[in-house]
């Protein structure tokens, strides 16, 4: 333990992931001191209607959201 689950839209390479994936557990290695044999990580993949009910269930509604983001997710959708 951790794990982190990384969402994002649809359309990314498998080599854009797996260097996110890279990058992701070598960040939480370095500012947690998480042994990168402990680092789990998930990516799960939306389209842009799909994600407007999981922006509105796991970020406008997440007491714990440590960094909120700086876009209207209905802008996804043009």
């Not at 070598?26 to 789990?40: M, R």
């Not at 997440?62 to 802008?75: A, F, G, L, R």
């Amino acid at each position: 333990m951790p794990h982190i689950t990384l969402k994002m839209l649809k359309g990314r390479t498998d080599e854009q992931k797996k260097i996110a994936t890279e990058k992701l557990s070598k960040a939480l290695n370095e500012a947690i001191g998480a042994s990168e044999s402990h680092i789990s990580v998930s990516i799960e993949e939306y389209t842009a209607e799909e994600w407007q009910d999981v922006f509105a269930n796991e970020i406008e509604n997440n007491k714990n959201i440590t960094k909120q983001p700086e876009y209207d997710p209905k802008s996804l959708l043009k």
